[in-house]
């Protein structure tokens, strides 16, 4: 229950994938990632998400598999600690505190009790060092490593420019136009340096550093796209590189197979390159990764490899540079244009992903469930050039259509179009009805649809907003065009205005009989079938910034925010302002289940949160500092169920969830349950039975089995099962026995189904006069039939009594059903 804990804030997605490279287990089941200030489990094979382990307060940096025990994982974070897990459980095991910024964590099996991590140096700005750090031994659960050890100075605060070599022997860093070498046995430190800038135009700086994993070799990616091959770097003077090229702009990351006979490299090309025995002749690649490549990481055993993407993708490969799955996270965009929308269909969070798409975000899996291309242009990666972006989206009631406005970054003469697409139950997917020009004159504010619940098929209406001084309003009609695909389309039916001001919102009440309209500091009531206007609201000074409708018990009311700090709310019948509060409202979010309406404040660098229904002035709710960073979007989505409250408290929380966005676009919501508990059942129990020897067809039987036995508790018959039904000799003769000593099907074949039936132990006084009659038909039966009919029943009785089986008596009409299969010639089976 809600009462019984207390609501606090928790992130519930949209952390970067890309923080620190990703790690598999041992044994390449699971594959570990550091995302945001949690550390996530995923299945390699169903690509879920097992275990979202959490406990640092700040961003995670770096996460290694403990050398000494492959069940356990480090994990260092901004805290400044280092946490060790055991991952297959997500419990934390020990919490080394070592008190300033971890900015990238390395594990050596041969560093007993130690780890190295990337730390400020004190007193130096943007310089950091390598350190090594003691983990102490002691009996409780946090602990203080205070003893630190520095290896190098002067190194990148990047995870991907510092490696350590074969087998722990050295250290590399990159730095600049700087490699530093450290050879730990010898305490022998090595610099090479390089030109800043070429003759013929090419960056020398380094971006990124790899290591051979059984010879002397350095892998460096560089600005311009060279990778170099350092050799004999024991020597100062006499050390050689060989180039690679083929990237035209930054090497991302580099990483070696398991054997060192291949190189992998990734950039902004979005294509991973494979190098064979450090030629640039043989290469494999592996393009159309989708954006830039960040992290490259390998699985133990060489097997797998898998490539953190800036989009927040992760891409599973197989060793012979084959696709083999992806997780995609929440896609940050530049600038989310389109806000947080709801589809009524899926309950997924709808907004900006990829330049040009939509994303369905599934907020159960943290997860992308798909991408509708909305531009259906190809974007070009190129600084200052001027390209379409998806600004604006909305969905009708029953999330059959779909209306998205796209426009060129324009300044004086924006170009606008206006789409409408209809759901299609046989393809699953939205296709495309209607394409409008230039919809409005200038940039589109708002739009929305009439919400008229199941009616909405016959009088769905669109309404859209511009800077053009004008809002209008687009109807359904039938499309007369012999040659067009689709029976309706969309035209504009009526434009309106008031006093030449720029309309800047828009909203329907719950009926659908009322649109209001939001031109600068007035709001205007219009009657949504004749389009008339009814009434006028205005609270200067300050523009309207949000407007929304009461809902159920408070639809009489109309709420709006202006820019001023006030936030006001008008009685519909009255006409009059009924109350107004000074509050900077940057959220206005109404819940579409019930008549709370949701507020959200930025005052002083805070957040804050209060809920509060129109026709009380008091809020319900309030929560103060809701999270560190400033909130921009905000959006209620139905529940599944409705959530169990004690309190009138948190009775706004019963059928919706909110759920918003921060500038950082991270997404989090208000809960009473702790992380662990968000996971589906069948994600806890995956990890259990992936550990599990099991074959399929055991796998098949024992769901076969439990779905038998529900279906008996949900009828609640009494079913009366053999006594050795489990343990069936005839059912273990099938399955068990080698097939090549198996007997034919045709002997097999009687023995099994009579396995299968039901002995009834008591008989009714109906059932023991058919036993009669039918031993008074059979002395009527023909000789022959009756002979064959002893054989086989002399047969079965000896394969019966063999198998430890009890034969039943059966009614008069099973009898006869028995007496035809027992007729009929299985010979064809043995053919098989």
Not at 125 to 142: E, M, N, P
Not at 311 to 335: A, E, H, P, V, Y
Not at 676 to 697: D, G, I, M, Y
Request: charged share 25%.
């Amino acid at each position: 229950m809600v009462s019984a804990r207390a609501l606090r804030v928790v992130r519930c997605g949209g952390g970067a994938l890309s923080g620190a490279r990703a790690v598999f287990s041992a044994d390449s089941k699971y594959l570990l990632c550091a995302s945001g200030d949690f550390v996530k489990v995923y299945s390699v094979t169903t690509e879920e998400t097992l275990r979202l382990m959490g406990g640092h307060a700040d961003l995670v940096t770096g996460i290694q598999l403990n050398p000494h025990n492959h069940m356990q994982l480090y994990s260092s974070s901004l805290d400044g600690s280092i946490k060790l897990w055991d991952f297959m459980d997500g419990i934390p095991i020990k919490t080394f505190t070592v008190g300033c910024k971890l900015l990238a964590l390395y594990t050596l099996a041969s560093a007993e009790d130690s780890v190295f991590v990337v730390i400020p140096k004190k007193g130096e700005r943007d310089t950091f060092q390598l350190v090594s750090v003691k983990l102490t031994k002691g009996a409780g659960q946090d602990l203080e490593a205070k003893e630190l050890s520095v290896v190098l100075d002067g190194v990148g605060a990047s995870a991907k420019q510092i490696a350590f070599g074969r087998e722990g022997e050295y250290v590399a860093s990159v730095k600049e136009v700087n490699l530093q070498v450290y050879f730990f046995k010898r305490k022998l430190l090595n610099r090479f340096s390089l030109r800043a800038v070429k003759t013929k135009g090419g960056d020398n700086q380094f971006s990124c550093v790899a290591c051979h994993p059984t010879e002397d070799c350095i892998a460096t990616g560089h600005a311009d796209g060279k990778i170099r091959l350092w050799r004999n770097f024991h020597h100062k003077k006499e050390y050689t590189y060989s180039a690679l090229h083929w990237h035209h702009d930054i090497v991302m990351d580099l990483a070696f197979s398991m054997e060192g006979t291949r190189l992998l490299s990734g950039g902004v090309e979005s294509v991973l390159v494979q190098w064979h025995n450090e030629s640039s002749c043989q290469k494999d690649f592996l393009p159309r990764l989708g954006s830039p490549i960040e992290y490259i990481s390998m699985s133990s055993d060489g097997a797998l490899c898998c490539t953190l993407h800036t989009d927040n993708r992760i891409t599973i490969i197989n060793s012979n540079l084959r696709f083999s799955r992806s997780i995609q996270g929440l896609i940050k965009s530049r600038d989310v244009k389109t806000g947080l929308v709801v589809d009524p269909r899926t309950k997924a969070l709808v907004m900006n992903g990829e330049p040009g798409h939509l994303q369905f975000y599934c907020l159960q899996s943290d997860q992308q469930l798909f991408s509708l291309d909305i531009v259906q242009r190809q974007y070009i990666h190129e600084a200052g050039l001027k390209q379409s972006d998806l600004v604006k989206v909305a969905f009708s009631a029953q999330g059959t259509w779909l209306a998205t406005v796209e426009e060129r970054e324009e300044v004086t003469d924006p170009e606008l179009e206006l789409k409408l697409w209809f759901y299609e139950e046989e393809t699953q997917s939205f296709k495309l009805n209607t394409r409008i020009n230039t919809p409005h004159d200038n940039h589109i504010t708002d739009m929305c649809f009439r919400d008229m619940g199941e009616l909405e098929d016959d009088s769905l209406i669109l309404v859209t907003t511009g800077r053009d001084c004008v809002f209008k309003v687009w109807v359904m009609v039938e499309d007369t065009d012999p040659e067009a695909q689709q029976s309706v389309s969309w035209s504009c039916d009526f434009v309106g205005s008031y006093h030449n001001y720029q309309a800047t919102n828009c909203c329907f009440s719950e009926d659908g009989s009322l649109l209001a309209v939001s031109f600068e500091e007035t709001v205007t009531v219009w009657d949504s079938v004749t389009w008339d206007l009814k009434c006028m609201f205005c609270h200067p000074p300050g523009n309207i910034r949000n407007i929304c409708f009461g809902r159920l018990t408070c639809s009489k009311y109309l709420i709006g925010a202006t820019d001023y700090g006030f936030l006001c709310c008008w009685n519909l019948l009255t006409c009059a302002l009924e109350w107004s509060a000074h509050l900077n409202i940057v959220v206005l979010q109404p819940d579409p289940l019930s008549e709370h309406i949701a507020a959200v404040s930025w005052l002083s660098k805070e957040s804050s949160l209060f809920v509060f229904k129109p026709n009380e002035p008091r809020p319900i709710y309030i929560q103060r500092n809701l999270c560190k960073e400033k909130i921009l979007l905000a959006a209620f989505v139905p529940r599944d169920e409705p959530e169990t409250t004690g309190s009138e408290k948190y009775l706004w929380l019963r059928r919706s969830q909110l759920f918003f966005l921060t500038d950082t676009q991270e997404l989090m919501t208000l809960s009473t349950k702790p992380l662990e508990e968000r996971l589906t059942p069948s994600s806890k129990q995956l990890a259990v039975e992936e550990s599990l020897p099991v074959t399929p067809f055991s796998l098949l039987l024992g769901k076969h089995r439990r779905q038998q036995s529900q279906e008996d508790i949900d009828l609640g018959k009494l079913v009366v099962h053999n006594k050795h039904e489990q343990a069936s000799p005839a059912v273990k003769e099938l399955l068990h026995t080698p097939a090549h000593v198996l007997p034919s099907a045709s002997f097999l074949c009687p023995i099994f189904i009579n396995s299968l039936l039901i002995s009834k132990e008591n008989k009714s006084t109906e059932e023991v006069a058919d036993e009669v009659e039918m031993e008074s038909e059979k002395t009527e039966d023909d000789s022959d039939e009756e002979r064959d009919v002893t054989e086989m029943e002399q047969e079965d009785t000896s394969h019966m009594e063999l198998l430890g089986e009890m034969t039943c008596k059966l009614s008069k009409s099973q009898e006869k059903e028995l007496r035809k299969i027992r007729k009929m010639d299985y010979s064809w089976i043995s053919a098989f």
